[in-house]
């Protein structure tokens, strides 16, 4: 069966630090792969999503970068994190076609940024 | 951008009661679903319905689309305690390898 990694589950980080959260998926192979983060008691919102290793594709103007150097590995990064960059990140992948694109997610990961 | 709007935003009920949710959307859509989380944690996938489908059943859970409105809706009945969460509408549109979240509505079911 499919599974999906996300670490750490909290983080705190001083602003101007750099950051890495790290997604794996265990079970499938060529998953699509998303980021979203999402604030206190809101929707979720796509930063990032990738369609195969190397293939990133960008969905807000941000802080963040994102990168897929394995078919079941994707990494949320930032070089300097700032107070805004705080909020609840999750990661989730699908598999496109006649699956109708269901997403199965981790279970996420909780940064403040002080 | 959210392509969603739910309603109610929060939702109180009594155990044993139904739940109904509403979610409204702006352009064509592929397919609607529907997704739980729990405080805290990751969200969970419940249902999805087609374009072309009116209503679909899952146990308890029971959704409609009205595509000439661009609105769905979640019935939960004879809800528990286990249900409360926030629940998620999302859709797929165009190409199909994104989903757009509702804000969504946050169920609280008392005992």
């Known amino acids: 069966s499919q599974t999906i990694h996300q670490w750490p589950a909290t983080l705190v980080q001083p602003v101007g630090s750099p950051l890495s959260l790290e997604c794996t998926v265990e079970?499938?192979?060529?998953?699509?792969l998303y980021w979203y983060r999402q604030a206190a008691g809101r929707g979720l919102q796509l930063l990032f999503y990738s369609v195969g290793i190397g293939q990133i594709s960008s969905e807000v103007p941000q802080n963040l970068s994102a990168s897929r150097p394995q078919d079941r590995q994707f990494i949320l990064s930032s070089k300097k994190l700032l107070l805004s960059d705080s909020g609840f990140y999750l990661c989730?992948?699908?598999?496109?076609?006649?699956?109708?694109?269901?997403?199965?997610f981790g279970a996420g990961t909780r940064l403040s940024v002080l | 951008s959210q392509q969603g709007e739910e309603d109610p935003q929060a939702l109180s009920i009594q155990e044993g009661e139904n739940a109904t949710m509403n979610c409204s959307y702006k352009?064509?859509?592929?397919?609607l679903q529907w997704y739980r989380q729990n405080s805290g944690r990751g969200l969970v996938h419940l249902i999805l319905?087609?374009?072309?489908?009116r209503e679909k059943h899952s146990g308890r859970l029971r959704v409609t689309l009205d595509t000439s409105k661009k609105s769905s809706s979640l019935l939960i009945t004879a809800s528990r305690a286990a249900d409360t969460a926030s629940y998620f509408c999302?859709?797929?549109?165009?190409?199909?390898?994104?989903?757009?979240f509702g804000t969504g509505t946050q169920l609280k079911v008392e005992l």
């Open positions: 989730a992948w699908s598999v496109g076609g006649q699956g109708g694109n269901i997403q199965y």
């Open positions: 079970g499938t192979s060529n998953p699509n």
């Open positions: 999302a859709t797929v549109t165009g190409g199909g390898n994104k989903l757009t």
């Open positions: 352009t064509s859509i592929n397919n």
């Open positions: 319905i087609r374009s072309n489908e």
